[in-house]
């Protein structure tokens, strides 16, 4: 079964700077999905990636997927607390278009 | 629109106890999902359903029972409640598969 690997597990960032969340699987990536979840709420979709080497920004987050479509990262410039959160990347397993597996999630803290 | 909408937002059980789980959506989606999640385990697939009348097994479905008799709703039993099914359930909708997952609030349990 696919599994999918977040790193880090969580982040510290202060105001101002710059971050990387990144998500790897071991097989070909079926569609990748990015959500954001803040605490005691449900999960806002962010961005979904199909291709290899696609790239899709909304304000300050920037997602990529690898050529290899084993790969995915998640850039946030110039971090703002109201991007405090969990970040969970999920992806269909292959060759089904029903179960979503997702991510454990990167913690993202940041101090004003 | 309201989205997906979940009932109840909170509910305390004793172990042996059965409930319902009431998840609606308003965008007329196809998909239709139930999740848990646990510290340290992520999100985990219960079960779902691609059209009404239709379910099928997830990850996790030992314990639940789920019914979608109405293409809008999609409910999730516990017959026997156990303290291992003490969690955050989310449900999502989509309009088919590999399209993105809209989630509900979630509704914290407890089994005592």
């Known amino acids: 079964s696919q599994e999918l690997e977040q790193s880090p597990q969580s982040l510290i960032v202060q105001e101002g700077k710059n971050l990387t969340i990144n998500c790897t699987s071991s097989?070909?990536?079926?569609?990748l999905y990015w959500y954001k979840q803040k605490y005691g709420e449900g999960l806002i979709f962010l961005m979904m990636?199909?291709?290899?080497?696609e790239e899709k920004s909304h304000e300050k987050i920037t997602a990529k997927l690898d050529e290899k479509k084993q790969q995915s990262s998640l850039h946030i410039t110039a971090s703002q607390p109201s991007h405090a959160g969990t970040y969970l990347c999920?992806?269909?397993?292959?060759?089904?278009?029903?179960?979503?597996?997702f991510g454990k999630g990167t913690k993202l803290t940041v101090n004003p | 629109n309201a989205g997906v909408t979940q009932t109840p937002k909170f509910r305390v059980l004793k172990t042996g106890q059965s409930m319902t789980l009431l998840c609606a959506q308003d965008?007329?989606?196809?998909?239709m999902y139930w999740y848990r999640q646990d510290p340290g385990m992520g999100l985990r697939l219960i079960h779902y359903?691609?059209?009404?009348?239709?379910?099928a097994k997830g990850e996790v479905p030992d314990g639940y029972n789920v019914s979608r008799l109405k293409k809008q709703n999609f409910l999730l039993g516990l017959e026997s409640a156990a303290p291992s099914q003490t969690s955050v359930y989310f449900c999502?909708?989509?309009?088919?598969?590999?399209?993105?997952?809209?989630f509900g609030p979630g509704t914290r349990l407890t089994v005592t």
């Open positions: 999920g992806a269909f397993s292959q060759g089904g278009s029903e179960k979503l597996v």
């Open positions: 990636l199909q291709k290899g080497g």
């Open positions: 965008m007329n989606h196809e998909y």
């Open positions: 097989k070909t990536l079926y569609g």
């Open positions: 999502a909708s989509s309009y088919y598969g590999f399209y993105e997952q809209y």
């Open positions: 359903s691609v059209g009404e009348g239709t379910t």
